[in-house]
């Protein structure tokens, strides 16, 4: 057996005990006040055009029908949240999320400061880490397509979930893990080699990672929390240094 799930799982606990430490929340703070006001301004948007819609739509003898169709809007917001959350505040926090790592990982080897937030270093790490997302992206879309047609076969649906399941964890664990080992200088298909080694605990990983995504609210945390989680594992099992 490759590892064990469960010493991933508590890799995700051990993040979020992290994140909340000094000197290391501004790299969780800042991107999350990024995508909150995102979000806030496209449901914002949204509301607006759909109210604006419902008046020129509906004639006044149906307005009572505004109390259903709001729940509705509701609902599809949230479904839209949840799908997009993830992939955009990936690549608005990627560098971001590279800082982290790098905090995380001096916190963790006793070698962090009082070292402010420094422009210079994070436009220096700004294009490799969009290159990264970019990479993943691609690497995401290529084996989704053909997973995605697993749903349209008969019997073979049935199973078409957990392998979804299972590959979701794995991209996630993939996603996360790239922050710190990238640091390192470790390009994308050897991060995927190493991962292998231990491929049911990274699952185990990136399988809470996924858990943790699906919660209302807690999900805005889960990015710098997986990023945390994912250097203290780079570090006690994958880092050859």
């Not at 449901?43 to 003898?61: K, R």
């Not at 992939?87 to 790592?101: E, K, T, V």
Request: charged residues 15%; aromatic residues 18%.
């Amino acid at each position: 057996m490759k590892g064990n799930p469960f010493l991933g799982v508590g890799y995700l606990f051990r993040g979020f005990r992290l994140v909340t430490k000094p000197g290391i929340r501004q790299f969780v703070i800042i991107p999350l006040l990024i995508n909150t006001l995102l979000f806030s301004l496209l449901i914002w948007f949204g509301a607006d055009q759909f109210n604006a819609l419902i008046s020129a739509m509906l004639p006044s003898w149906l307005d009572w029908l505004e109390w259903l169709l709001w729940p509705l809007f509701a609902v599809t917001v949230s479904i839209f949240v949840f799908f997009t959350f993830i992939h955009i505040a990936n690549f608005i926090g990627a560098p971001f999320n590279a800082l982290l790592a790098e905090r995380i990982e001096k916190e963790l080897k006793g070698k962090l400061g009082k070292e402010p937030f420094q422009l210079r270093h994070f436009l220096s790490t700004l294009w490799p880490s969009l290159c990264s997302e970019f990479r993943k992206i691609a690497y995401f879309l290529i084996r989704s397509v053909p997973l995605l047609v697993l749903f349209l076969i008969p019997w073979v649906n049935i199973i078409a979930s957990f392998v979804w399941i299972v590959f979701s964890a794995w991209m996630l664990a993939l996603e996360y893990a790239d922050y710190p080992m990238a640091n390192h200088d470790i390009l994308f298909a050897e991060q995927q080699k190493r991962l292998r080694e231990k491929r049911f605990m990274v699952l185990g990983f990136g399988g809470a990672a996924l858990f943790l995504l699906m919660i209302p609210v807690l999900n805005f945390f889960a990015m710098p929390i997986a990023v945390s989680g994912a250097t203290v594992m780079w570090l006690e099992q994958f880092d050859e240094g």
